[in-house]
């Protein structure tokens, strides 16, 4: 069973804080990992991917993979109202040609 | 939306009837791809695609087929739609295949069977 398991919240953070989403999955084999940002009536906007151990960095936010453990996280630095959505982890699986096994999403509130 | 349109947007249709919804891509993508989304559940793959009349199933493909006759579109149909596939329906494609496999996705079709 390909699992992909997050917090569902929701995580409340004071604009200005750093909001630390989490994510782990089942497959030691998997070697690709995505984060999606999804607004209410919207459609899921890719915002990061990593593929390697350790941290990638881009803009305010920063993901984190380790392998070892097999969990996946996202940082949101100086977090915005603007940043208030579900977080969806999708991760893609060894074997899985091409095919993301999704989390079912945190919801994030930034609150001023 | 990385040039994907979904069509309709919106639709309510009845128990039993049959229903198709349009992706349309317009950058020669060749892996497209049809997700359904339910609170609780996140996304969940249907049917994807690797090429014109490539096709494979997804996770949970049960009363749903899929079609591809050229690149730029993808349709999914419900043979016989039931209560069960009330849903958000999203298309998505990937610009590449193996592990660099991100993936965008288009608007959304929100279908609702009564």
């Known amino acids: 069973q390909k699992e992909v398991e997050q917090n569902s919240g929701p995580l409340s953070v004071p604009e200005g804080a750093i909001a630390s989403l989490n994510c782990t999955y089942s497959d030691r084999g998997s070697q690709s990992f995505f984060w999606y940002r999804q607004y209410s009536g919207k459609s899921p906007e890719l915002i990061m991917f990593i593929y390697s151990n350790g941290d990638k960095e881009d803009g305010r936010f920063t993901a984190q993979l380790n392998k070892a453990s097999q969990y996946v996280s996202l940082l949101i630095r100086d977090s915005q109202p603007s940043d208030s959505a579900t977080y969806l982890c999708?991760?893609?699986?060894?074997?899985?040609?091409?095919?993301?096994?999704f989390g079912a999403g945190t919801r994030l509130a930034v609150h001023p | 939306d990385a040039g994907i349109t979904q069509s309709p947007r919106h639709k309510v249709t009845e128990t039993g009837t049959p229903v198709t919804l349009r992706c349309h891509q317009t950058?020669?993508?060749?892996?497209m791809y049809w997700y359904r989304q339910d609170p609780g559940h996140g996304l969940r793959l249907i049917h994807y695609s690797y090429g014109v009349k490539d096709t494979d199933k997804g996770e949970v493909s049960d009363g749903y087929s899929v079609s591809r006759s050229k690149t730029e579109d993808f349709l999914l149909t419900l043979e016989s739609a039931t209560s069960s596939q009330t849903s958000v329906y999203f298309c998505a494609i990937s610009l590449g295949g193996g592990t660099h496999n991100e993936q965008f996705f288009g608007p959304g079709t929100r279908l609702t069977v009564l």
């Open positions: 999708a991760v893609l699986f060894s074997g899985g040609y091409n095919k993301l096994i």
């Open positions: 950058e020669n993508h060749r892996y």
